[in-house]
């Protein structure tokens, strides 16, 4: 068996760590303005359709402790209460891979009915724990709206994943 | 002796697999741990999220280009079709603060002379520092913005940000460079004011929709949509009187508020540094005073104070 070189193995990990790079840029685009009317309160959740992505399709380059830190970074440049976005993140991970048998072979429209499915009771918790954080209930419009969002802008962003997916990680 | 890969990896996966288990339930509750720590308001906790925002700001500001180059070029492209109709409108607004001009320099010139008879105390200039504001802090739970001013700029906690609409929000965190201002928008956002018109005072409150409500009226107030609302200056931590929105609609229980900012075009914010004990830091008097006049014309006044 012939021993990869260096450039082989720094080519390798590079490829392989593109999936939590990418996540974790787009943890930090999730916080551009864009002057688009009302988008600061209905930015899609890119992560989570990255993390819901690579669940699915490549979960050995997902670790949890790489989606853990993300979601804590994601907290800090949003400002939301430290551990919210990590908690959904992991949530929504380890659902997307209970259920990954079912959903990869699938062709994609079931694959984006899955993460609607998937990403719901995510949301809803996400909006219960922010409630329980603040000791009363918090409007659930903007909530309901950013899921819309990310549930319809999924199809666009994966598109982007799998060519992703295809030529640079393989 | 041939290696057998398999046989080793068929024992290390059900271990591996409940290694991965413990730590993703570790993972969690670690995020959970945070969630209290960072509710218990322990100043380790705020501290590393100053020193996280204050080390990634300049990555969100070089990022933030692209996307404001694109913002410009849009408003370019819609400004241009009603670039007459604009130009008309503004001929007209023009002349409407002329007026208006004319009108707040004779109210200027009377209010100095009525305090200069009843040895009236004025308060005291506010210092300030302009700042870009580089990210929204969006998704559905928090109303924030990023700016690039911070401690080094002399800013502290509590100090108010507005724009030349009105009030914006109050800093909540200060980096060496970068600071968080949380919107009157925000669900955590509470603001004493008064109702310009009556004085009534009570408290804004935010709960992450576009109009905060207000709260905590005298039993007997008159509110009228339309009204004015300004800070009160309550609390000594907001400066009194900077102008916050307008009433917009009334249902029994609920007085909302539309705020003057118009946060689509939020580019650029003034901190007014105040000291979040609402007293104002004399330590950078080379910069002109803040004032909604301008500069005054009429050297100060040293002879009201007694």
Not at chain 1, 4 to 10: D, E, M, N, V
């Amino acid at each position: 068996m012939m021993r990869p070189t260096a450039a082989q193995r720094l080519d390798l990990w590079i490829r392989q760590s593109t999936p939590m790079a990418l996540t974790a840029i787009l943890a930090v685009l999730s916080v551009i303005t864009i002057g688009i009317p009302g988008y600061a309160s209905v930015v899609p959740g890119y992560t989570a359709m990255a993390t819901f992505y690579w669940a699915v399709f490549r979960p050995d380059l997902q670790p949890a402790s790489a989606l853990f830190l993300i979601g804590v970074l994601q907290d800090i440049l949003t400002g939301t209460p430290l551990g919210l976005t990590a908690v959904s993140l992991l949530l929504l991970h380890a659902f997307a891979l209970s259920q990954r048998r079912a959903l990869i072979t699938k062709p994609f429209l079931l694959t984006w009915v899955g993460f609607m499915l998937i990403q719901l009771p995510v949301s809803i918790l996400a909006w219960m724990m922010m409630s329980m954080l603040q000791f009363r209930l918090v409007g659930p419009e903007p909530a309901l709206f950013q899921y819309l969002v990310t549930v319809l802008g999924f199809p666009v962003v994966a598109w982007l994943f799998v060519r992703l997916h295809r030529y640079v990680v393989r | 002796m041939a290696k057998r890969p398999g046989s080793f990896s068929s024992v290390a996966q059900p271990v591996r697999s409940l290694w991965s288990r413990f730590a993703f339930a570790t993972l969690i509750i670690a995020a959970f741990a945070l969630m209290l720590l960072g509710k218990a308001d322990v100043l380790l906790v705020d501290r590393t999220r100053v020193v996280v925002l204050d080390a990634l700001a300049p990555v969100i500001e070089v990022a933030a280009r692209p996307a404001e180059a694109v913002t410009d070029l849009m408003n370019n492209v819609r400004d241009l079709r009603y670039l007459r109709a604009e130009n008309a409108r503004l001929a007209v607004e023009n002349d409407r603060l002329d007026r208006w001009q004319h009108v707040a320099r004779r109210l200027e010139a009377e209010n100095r002379a009525l305090r200069a008879l009843t040895n009236f105390v004025p308060p005291k200039e506010i210092d300030f520092v302009s700042a870009r504001v580089i990210a929204d802090g969006g998704g559905a739970f928090v109303r924030s913005v990023m700016i690039t001013a911070g401690r080094k700029d002399g800013l502290a906690l509590g100090n108010a940000a507005v724009s030349g609409e009105g009030l914006v929000g109050g800093i909540v965190e200060v980096g060496e460079a970068y600071s968080r201002v949380l919107l009157i928008t925000d669900l955590n956002s509470q603001i004493p004011i008064v109702i310009e018109r009556t004085r009534d005072p009570g408290v804004l409150a935010g709960d992450n929709t576009r109009s905060p409500r207000i709260v905590y009226l005298p039993q007997n107030a008159q509110v009228l949509p339309g009204d004015r609302i300004v800070t009160s200056g309550h609390g000594g931590v907001f400066p009194p009187g900077l102008a916050v929105g307008m009433v917009t609609t009334i249902t029994d229980g609920s007085i909302r508020v539309t705020p003057f900012v118009d946060w689509e075009r939020l580019e650029y914010v003034r901190i007014l540094k105040t000291g979040s004990d609402g007293v104002v830091q004399p330590e950078s008097a080379h910069l002109p005073p803040f004032s909604v006049m301008g500069p005054e014309t009429a050297p100060r006044s040293g002879g009201t104070k007694q």
